[in-house]
């Protein structure tokens, strides 16, 4: 080849070589490295190389309180704050900006908070956690944190330090007339070290609340009412919105609320504390500490006295009273004038019985501060519970069982299967009940009954005892359910009906009766879902929605609708008395719910506490059991139930619910529910032993046992339990 | 086709040109008009000097972005950095890092985007790492510099696609020497001494008949700087305060401290030189121990709490390379690939930084270059080249500052240049494209270790320059217009830094995501010369959309806990964090120079000129570290043995210096230098000569400098010397 050819080959190459150039279009940069704005803040110099430092409050520490750090894969690490808020938490192996969620309760209030720590500050900054924090990340995020990190929606790519930055700038914006009236500066809402001492962005930390509220939160000032609170969209602009400037009579209204009243009310708080160190004291020693015109929940000042106050539970419904309670967290949370304040606290009865925060007014009288109540109809607390319960059998399954047949078609119920089959006596049939594709009823796929037509009432329901059969199978089975507790004490005497209204519930609300009242007492301690059969009263002690529930089948959108259901969903009871004429109404708001949803929640997890009566040596939990020979010898009730309590940390057991049903022999109308509750707490876990004397002619149909958990939010973990196959 | 051919001058002497490159070889006096008036008869001595086009050719024959420095124009303005020795030249500037650092800023772009060659290949030093590394060579020893202001990547590659330096020093003999040559020369001032000698001659006899032979040459240098003496405070305080929000608390006044430097160095070449081509080897070394102004570049030390300190001021950069280079030109037969050569080098570059006698950081480079070119006249083309290019390069920093991890570079690249005639059009072209693989070693960036992914690039450059010549009457001049489409990879320390930067006070991050680099420029030059007057002028614009750049993020690096940190609590240990991120950018600029023979007997010649680059992103942030505006006037004159020249140039203030930058003041320099020269009965030369620097003594910070708050420029700076070539 000669040298041109060999050329113009080359240049040939050149040209094909240029027209093709480029690079290996691995655009990837492995030296990611940190933003001005994810160093800002003071340096750390507590702080320890791998570990995440900081405090949550909320004007008062969240001592004791459950703090989570989250990274983008979902993946955790769980701590303690202490006594005054703080926490240290090693990082591991969290990669990226991590969420750091604290559950705790502040002033009595239960809450739960969010911040955010950037990798790059680990161990160099001081990471706050407080209601302004949770409204930064918000507003990075874009959403809720405590929803986004339930649905596993977090997404940390928006968690970018300019994205905090520009956060930060906002929510400072927001909350700047009160961080001037706390004498606050130039200030990192996320990152500038403070200690829960009142002073500065604690005492900036006072002079706000924060709610949420569906996709959101209300802000206000101390001295705002609530229906003035600015309501904040997470991740939306909020150009030009501020909190408003106190005035000087207000500001000094407030300096009054938050620097002397706390005092003069813990003063009162003790005394009263004093009163019940040992006994019940008398009505007249607790009228000074309400107000003539108290209202609370529907009780007037005497009622109140009595029914709260007073309240002197029996033995066998768990013996509550406020001998020994104590008093205390008290917080402003709202300043009317310098003599009328909101004011939460916590209520901490002597153990076993759970803690519980009380919020009201008070007014100072004569230079004595007064309780006031709240002005509301009854007391509504609203509760996500997951309930791990018997498994149902399927549809297909039951109509699968040898000889199970159901006249006319499967769809057309009830089922059944004949007597000769199934090794089941002639003379008789054991009923699969009704499916649900029919209609159904309640026992199907749960029980299968047999119905004797034995000559005698006695042979009769010894062939009942022998071949009915439990089909579902027990402790199976996770349901998510929204609780809502009216108190039974503390709601307006006259009311009869209560009908809740809010996020996710059907158009018409969802009804609850009043319980029956049993020598003096409520039976149940919540009003209770209205069923069908219920007139006035409440048969049935439960006061749970799940998803889905429809209160009347035929009805249509009656549904639940648990998408619409958030943190700080907000609920409205209006009560009603007999003649349906309305007594006031009652608010409650959701707290956060537990994870994961509850349809994904095993029946394993380690929030139950459980029921291990499998374990038990004595006394096996069986159809027969109950039904049978051992009651029938004595008709008294007397089993152990072994339990434990959750292994998960920072759930606690709360109390243990027995509802024994017994019916007159030979069957006549009627059934009695006896009911027996014992509170309780990780410290008491030793088996139950249950002692119910017989009454005379009175045989068990039926029993039920409930092991109630909670965690820091309040949320239920219910075990429950009912007679098993005696297969 | 002026220089396509083998010329043949007699001269008196063996090395020539030494006219600067405003006077066209061709136009070259009769070398008996050149001395004092005498005629001396000397052997007559035929010189094969082989034509570059790339260089030579076009920057005589065009106004392209082209220009060349040699001859006593280059003696006038040697200094002690190739920057400082290039600072007048239109379009460039000296980044000075202190007096002993100093690297060629051309049309605002400089580091990976220039390279400095030594015959034609690079210098292979750490100038393109770091702005305190200087580019080893000595600038006394240059024989010739150009200065390629356009689409020098084409030909050299490697990522000069903002402008190359190419520097002769003639260490490979190339020319046949029959008798013994030598040229010395020494030089003291204010500033310090210098001190070479180059020897040169035949191997054995050479009969005049010879068809070839082996010619030898050999050098030595030595090189003693002192403290440098500046006229106020080496700290701007005041702009060190605004960058840094903190006061230094020390300063010096008069002179910079630790400014003290010491080079030396030498080599041996061998060529057999014949009718067929050349072969030859050349082996140099050199050392260069010098002192990093205070403030500057600090390891740590320990200073009382809260009192600001500006650094130890005792850093050592102690620097070694040995270079072993060939060159292989091959005659063929064929009349359209007349030339065949090859150019290899191997150099091994180390240099410790060494701080209170204790070696805190060492940098080791080894480099192994090749390229291949085929001289052309294929397709019509006048003249051109086909050329290939090998290059492998490894990398290593170890210690306190190795902020770029062990690194392999390789390179290949293929290029070609065309040259067309058709009087009174030229148009030349050139392509080429290149593959770099990259693979780095393990690194960790703030503690924590980073996988460092290889990456390979396929930049490629293409450059079209037509020039029409013209004449006018006795008018006559030509009109250039450049365009070139360049690109290259991203180097080393964009791709893979990763710490603590003392040399820039930044703490460097690199980006292993980036993307190559494309320029897109555009250079209309003219020159124009009618009786007494001569003109020159270009004018540029330049066009990336992904230009490198270091990004401040805002954040300093605490060298002490070794930690990053919203604010600057030490200023001895502050460094500014910067990463390297890609954005559109432009520049713009001109250079102008309006010359006057004055009175054309005697030489005189007046001159004013001015250049400017602009560069901002696109974002409208300004990129840092631009030269200033400059205007000038210039005097040049010979009268017989004597030959001078007064120099004022006039640098406006930059008040665009950057992002987190500070601006620089105005300045008014004058330089002026004077020599005088003969020769000796038996034809040797001897010249003496005075160059004095920054007459008026002005306090100048250099916009360019990484140092300008820390170390002005030098102040009124007096040199005598002799130049004798015998």
């Given amino acids: 080849m000669k040298a041109g050819a060999w050329c113009a080959v080359a240049m040939a190459s050149v040209a094909l070589l240029i027209g093709c150039g480029g690079g290996d279009g691995k655009g990837q940069d492995a030296l990611s490295a940190p933003d001005r704005s994810e160093l800002a803040g003071p340096v750390c110099t507590s702080c320890q190389p791998g570990v995440v430092t ?152 006072d002079l706000i609340a924060l709610s949420p509220q569906g996709q959101g939160h209300r802000l206000r000032a101390l001295w705002q009412a609530p229906e003035d609170a600015l309501s904040i969209v997470a991740g939306a602009a909020d150009p030009g919105r501020t909190l408003p400037t106190a005035n000087a009579s207000t500001a000094q209204a407030v300096a009054s609320a938050l620097d002397s009243a706390p005092a003069d009310i813990r003063a009162r708080f003790d005394a009263l504390q004093a009163l019940l160190t040992t006994a019940l004291p008398s009505d007249s020693a607790l009228e000074p500490f309400l107000s003539a015109d108290f209202l609370h929940a529907g009780l007037d000042r005497s009622t109140h006295i009595q029914r709260v106050l007073l309240r002197n539970d029996p033995a066998h419904r768990g013996g509550y009273s406020l001998v020994g309670a104590r008093f205390d967290q008290v917080r402003v949370l709202r300043v009317h004038s310098a003599d009328r304040i909101w004011v939460s606290w916590r209520v901490t009865p002597r153990a076993p019985f759970e803690a519980h ?76 009940g009704t499916p649900a594709s029919a209609g159904g009823d309640d026992h199907f796929g749960r029980l299968a009954l047999f119905r004797s037509q034995a000559s005698t009432a006695e042979e009769r329901l010894q062939a009942h005892i022998a071949h009915s059969r439990l089909l579902a199978t027990p402790s199976t089975a996770v349901q998510a359910h929204l609780l809502f507790e009216i108190d039974a004490r503390q709601s307006a005497p006259l009311a009869r009906r209560a009908v809740v209204t809010g996020p996710g519930l059907p158009t018409g609300g969802v009804t609850l009766l009043r319980p029956p009242t049993v020598a003096g007492l409520p039976e149940f301690d919540h009003w209770a879902l209205a069923q069908a059969s219920d007139t006035d009263t409440a048969s049935e002690d439960w006061h749970g929605v799940p998803d889905g529930w429809c209160a009347d089948r035929e009805a249509s959108a009656c549904a639940t609708d648990w998408a619409l259901v958030g943190l700080g969903s907000s609920y409205r009871v209006e009560l009603f008395d007999a003649q349906d004429q309305s007594l006031g109404q009652a608010q409650a708001a959701l707290p956060m719910r537990p994870a994961p949803a509850g349809s994904s929640v095993s029946a394993s997890d380690a929030r139950f506490g459980r029921w291990q009566m499998s374990s038990a040596n004595t006394s096996p939990l069986t159809l027969n059991w109950l039904l049978g020979s051992s009651v029938a010898s004595g008709d008294a009730l007397f089993m152990r139930a072994p339990w434990s309590p959750p292994a998960a940390p920072g759930v606690r057991p709360v109390r243990l619910d027995l509802a024994w049903h017994r019916a007159g022999f030979p069957p006549t109308f009627g059934e009695e529910v006896h009911r027996e509750v014992v509170p309780t707490s990780d410290a008491t876990s030793s088996p139950w032993d249950i002692n119910v004397p017989a009454r005379s002619g009175w045989r068990s149909t039926w029993l039920v046992l409930r092991l109630t958990s909670t965690d820091r939010h309040g949320n239920r973990y219910i075990h429950a339990i009912s007679p098993g196959n005696p297969h | 086709m002026a220089f396509a051919a083998t010329i043949a001058i007699a001269c008196t002497w063996a090395a020539c040109p030494t006219q600067a490159q405003t006077q066209p070889v061709a136009a070259s006096p009769p070398l008996a008009e050149q001395g004092s008036g005498e005629t001396v008869v000397l052997p007559e001595v035929t010189v094969r000097a082989q034509a570059t086009p790339s260089s030579d050719t076009k920057a005589e024959a065009a106004a392209g972005p082209t220009s060349t420095l040699s001859g006593t124009a280059l003696r006038a303005r040697v200094d002690a950095t190739l920057g400082a020795t290039l600072q007048d030249q239109l379009g460039v500037a000296n980044a000075s890092f202190g007096p002993n650092v100093g690297l060629p800023v051309i049309r605002g772009q400089s580091g990976a985007r220039t390279r400095a060659l030594l015959g034609g290949m690079g210098t292979h030093d750490a100038s393109t790492l770091s702005a305190d590394h200087s580019v080893m060579i000595e600038p006394g020893l240059a024989e010739r510099i150009t200065v390629l202001r356009g689409p020098s990547a084409v030909r050299f590659g490697g990522g000069a696609i903002g402008g190359a330096v190419e520097i002769e020093d003639g260490r490979i003999p190339q020319q046949l020497a029959r008798q013994l040559q030598s040229r010395a020369e020494v030089r003291t001032g204010s500033d310090g001494h210098l001190g070479l000698v180059r020897l040169s001659g035949p191997l054995g006899e050479v009969p005049p008949e010879a068809a070839s032979a082996w010619t030898w040459r050999a050098d030595v240098h030595g090189r003693r700087q002192r403290d440098t003496r500046i006229p106020g405070d080496a700290i701007d305080e005041a702009a060190v305060a605004s960058q840094f929000g903190l006061v230094p608390a020390r300063n010096s006044h008069g002179t910079l401290p630790n400014t003290d430097s010491q080079s030396s160095g030498g080599a041996i070449g061998l060529s057999r030189i014949g009718e067929a081509g050349l072969v030859g080897l050349a082996a140099s070394t050199f050392q260069t121990d010098h002192g990093i102004p205070p403030g500057a570049h600090s390891h740590s030390e320990p200073v009382p709490a809260g009192v600001p300190a500006v650094g130890s001021g005792d850093l050592r950069i102690q620097a070694r390379q040995h270079r072993l280079s060939a060159l292989a030109r091959l005659h063929t037969p064929w009349a359209s690939l007349p030339t065949l050569e090859v150019n290899a080098v191997h150099t091994r570059y180390t240099h410790d930084e060494v701080e209170g006698g204790r070696v805190f950081t060492t940098f080791e480079q080894r480099v192994s270059e090749l390229r291949a070119e085929w001289s052309h006249r294929l397709m019509g083309a006048s003249s051109g080249k086909l050329g290939a290019q090998v290059q492998d390069r490894y990398l290593a920093a170890t210690g306190l500052e190795a902020f770029v991890p062990p690194t392999d570079l390789r390179s290949a690249g293929l290029f070609g240049t065309w040259r067309f005639e058709a009087a009174p059009w030229q148009l030349d072209l050139g392509a080429r494209v290149e593959h ?140 500014p964090a910067t990463k390297y991120e890609q954005a559109p950018a432009t520049l713009h600029g001109f250079e102008a120079e309006l010359g006057w023979q004055v009175l054309p007997k005697e030489g005189l010649r007046a001159a004013i000129f001015a250049d400017a680059v602009r560069g901002r992103l696109n974002d409208g942030a300004d990129l840092p570290r631009m030269p200033p505006r400059r205007w000038g006037l210039a005097l040049t004159g010979k009268q017989g043995a004597w030959q001078g020249e007064w120099r004022l140039t006039r640098a406006e203030a930059q008040r665009r210096p950057g992002e987190n930058e500070t601006p620089t003041a105005a300045y008014l320099r004058v330089d002026a230098n004077l020599r005088w020269q003969t020769r000796l009965q038996d034809g040797q030369r001897v010249a003496l000569f005075a160059i ?35």
């Fill in chain 1, 54 to 205: 900081g405090l949550a409050a909320s004007g008062a520490p969240l001592a004791g309180a459950l703090v989570r750090l989250v990274d983008a894969n979902g993946q955790q690490v769980q701590g303690l704050t202490d006594a005054q808020g703080g926490f240290n938490l090693p990082i591991g192996g969290l990669q990226g900006p991590v969420i750091v969620q604290v559950i705790g309760e502040a002033g009595g209030q239960a809450m739960v908070l969010h911040s955010v720590v950037r990798g790059n500050e680990v161990g160099k900054r001081f990471i706050q956690v407080t209601p302004l924090t949770e409204l930064i990340t918000a507003r990075a995020l874009g959403g809720m944190p405590a929803d986004l990190l339930l649905q596993g929606r977090v997404n940390t790519q928006r968690l970018s330090a300019s994205a905090l930055a520009d956060a930060e700038r906002q929510v400072e914006a927001l909350v700047r007339p009160v961080l001037d009236l706390a004498g606050v500066g130039a200030v990192d809402l996320r990152l500038s070290p403070f200690s829960a001492d009142g002073t500065g962005l604690d005492r900036a930390l």
């Fill in chain 1, 357 to 432: 925060d009380e919020a009201m007014w008070l007014s100072r009288e004569g230079g004595t501060w007064r309780l006031q109540g709240d002005g509301q109809a009854a007391r509504l607390r609203v509760r996500h519970a997951l309930s791990l319960l018997a498994r149902p059998m399927g549809e297909a399954e039951v109509l699968g069982l040898p000889g199970a047949a159901c006249p006319g078609s499967a769809s057309n119920g009830p089922c059944r299967i004949a007597g000769g089959q199934a090794g089941l006596p002639l003379g008789g049939h054991l009923d699969l």
């Fill in chain 2, 436 to 575: 770099q693989q990259t693979h780095p070693g393990a690194a960790t960036l703030l503690g924590l270790p980073r996988e460092l992914p290889s990456r390979r690039f396929t930049p490629s450059s293409l450059s079209a320059e037509l020039a029409r010549h013209y004449e006018l009457g006795e008018a006559k001049g030509s009109l250039t217009l450049t365009h070139w489409r360049v690109a290259r990879a991203p180097d080393i320390p964009e791709l893979y830094a990763g710490g603590p930067h003392h040399a820039t006070r930044t703490f460097d991050i690199g980006n292993t995501g980036l993307d190559g680099e494309v320029l897109r420029g555009w250079d209309l030059g003219w020159t124009h010369q009618a009786g007494r007057l001569d003109a020159k002028a270009n004018a540029y614009r330049y066009r990336s959309p992904n230009h490198i750049y270091q990004r401040s993020l805002g954040w300093f690096y605490e060298s002490e806990e070794g930690n990053a940190q919203a604010a600057c609590a030490r200023l001895d240990h502050c460094l």
């Fill in chain 2, 692 to 726: 004095v620097r920054n007459l008026t003594d002005q306090t100048i910070r250099n916009s360019t400098s990484f140092l300008r708050n820390y170390a002005p420029e030098p102040g009124r700076t007096l040199q005598v010397g002799l130049e004798a070539r015998l």
